[in-house]
């Protein structure tokens, strides 16, 4: 009887990911991925690396010459501290598995990676989590998605609305108010500027400009900004991501004059009609903070928030990471930040916000 050929164990590594051949092999494996996400993307990382200087490293397990395997991670150092993060500024982006056992495997390879760069943290958002891996601790409540299939056309869309939400969204489509979609520099400068007055208003720090920039460029066709201007100055404005169908608007807000003129009504019921035209048949309102006015802002448009897992990991003798704006020893910064002069708040921003990640 003739022996059986020896298996090959599966083998951890670093992608190289400025090889064009190991590039193919990565994007033919995320294909295959069902629940690969935009932060899992070669795009995604090389982005964040470019506009905050956080360096990509993607954890790749071989089996037999073929990839099994990817967990991609950004190192982060900042005032908030020192993580290795999957993804940086993404909401998902955690490890990418064939099976359990390549799952655990890559787990273990980010805290031997970890280690070995004197890195006291790791956060997982979403992917396959370490549920029963020593050191690791896992939430399941902080955070919420909302995703809902879109309509076949503009009545169906309203008519999906809850009633006292679609009154809003009525008034907003009689307002007079205009919408521009683009990827060009006004389209970036305006939602720059009303993104920056937003998350000031929010007492967050704004993230730097090249952020922004760097991922129109590298997504391509697959990233748009939707602006709505009031005579003619921008009041609500959103930068969103495209993948697999879905339509992902990502980083959204609205100055002061937005919420009077409901900008913020038109701008998302005008992005799901340009979703539509553009094949999409889904729409991803993002994550939300639990029981925040955002999360309760998706319900009233009639979505169910999906629970979120969030896995960390740190470092024996280490001090817990913490870059939420929501967590409590932040709370005056917040007020004290919500308070300057926007001019300050956007040459500061940036600086505080790359580690916001």
Known sequence: MTAPLAQRAPALRLARLGDLSEQDRIDDFLDAQA??????????LEAVETATGHRAHLLACE???RIVGL??????????????????????????A??????ELLVQGAEELAERLGCPAIELRGGVLPERRQGWTIRHDSHANFTAPLA???????LAIPRKQRAEVRKALASGLEVRVGRGAADRAMHYAVYAESVRNLGTPVFPHALFAAVL????????????????????????LYWRGAVMPYWGGGGRAA??????ELMYFALMRHARERGCGRFDFGRSKTGSGAYHFKRNWGFEPQPLAYAQWTADGARTRDAD???????????????LPLSLANRLGPIIARGLA
């Open 98 to 103: 064939e099976t359990p056992r390549i799952a």
């Open 152 to 158: 076949v056309d503009d009545q169906a869309q309203l």
């Open 325 to 339: 704006p929501a967590s409590p020893r932040h709370r005056a910064r917040i007020a004290a930040w919500r308070r």
């Open 35 to 44: 629940d690969a996400a935009p932060f899992h993307s070669r795009a995604w």
């Open 217 to 240: 460029d590298r997504f391509g066709e697959d990233a748009d900004i939707l602006t709505v201007l009031d005579r003619g100055a921008p009041v609500a404005s959103v930068l969103s």
């Open 63 to 65: 089996e037999r010459g």
């Open 71 to 96: 967990l991609p991670l950004h190192r982060v150092t900042s005032l908030f501290g020192d993580a290795m993060i999957s993804s940086g500024f993404g909401v998902g982006g955690g490890a990418l």
């Open 259 to 264: 919420r009077g003129l409901r900008a913020s």
